[in-house]
Every structure is written in structure tokens, then in C-alpha cells.
Nanobody, 114 residues
Framework: VQLQASGGGLVQPGGSLRLSCTAS????????MGWYRQAPGEQREFVAN???????RYAGSVEGRFTISRDNAKKSVYLQMNRLEPKDTAIYYC?????????WGKGTQVTVSS
């Protein structure tokens, strides 16, 4: 499976972006799909994930501002990011199957700056 992320860019503080990630083949709905991010000089960190039968999970730093969703028919997962802050600046990576043994996309840069 290959994952292709898109939708990153430069946005002002308070703005919004929507990230998309599409898989090269179907991923069962019971498999976690999610987003992680890595800021310059920092380790990669969890942002959000989603799977069938469970409520979406979010990092505390994005709870209430970001929303993850998934369209299994389109083999895609999305991250709607609202009220963006400079601390959200990072490369955002799509993941399927979890951080330990899962598959990673190449990442998309999100920069929040005035």
C-alpha cells in the first residue's frame, strides 16, 4: 500500500487547511488511518486517527480545532484543520496501520505564519 498526502501550504494564524490522504488500494475500515506531524528539531508526534467502531482520537493540542474523517469508498482520510496556530507548523504524515508497523506517506508541509 502507498499513501499520498496533499493539501499542505502556507496559511495565516487563525486560518484553515484540509489535508487529504489517498491510498493506492483499499484499507479495511477496522485498520487505523491517521495523521502524525513532525516540527523542525522535534520528534514525530501523533495528531489524530480513526477506525470503524471507535470514536476518532486526537492529540490534546489539536482537540476541538482539528477534525479527522474517512471515506473508505475513496480510500481516503482527511484532516480538517481550523484555527491554525504557528505551533501547528510541521510536516504532516499520513499513516495506515499505526506508528509501529504501519505504512507512511511522504508528508505534506503545513506552515502557519503571518
Amino acid at each position: 500500500v502507498q499513501l499520498q498526502a496533499s493539501g499542505g501550504g502556507l496559511v495565516q494564524p487563525g486560518g484553515s487547511l484540509r489535508l487529504s490522504c489517498t491510498a493506492s488500494e483499499s484499507i479495511h475500515s477496522s485498520v487505523f488511518m491517521g495523521w502524525y506531524r513532525q516540527a523542525p528539531g522535534e520528534q514525530r508526534e501523533f495528531v489524530a486517527n480513526i477506525r470503524s467502531g471507535r470514536d476518532p482520537r486526537y492529540a490534546g493540542s489539536v482537540e476541538g480545532r482539528f477534525t479527522i474523517s474517512r471515506d473508505n469508498a475513496k480510500k481516503s482520510v482527511y484532516l480538517q484543520m481550523n484555527r491554525l496556530e504557528p505551533k501547528d507548523t510541521a510536516i504532516y504524515y499520513c499513516n495506515a496501520g499505526g506508528s509501529s508497523n504501519g505504512v507512511w506517506g511522504k508528508g505534506t508541509q503545513v506552515t502557519v505564519s503571518s
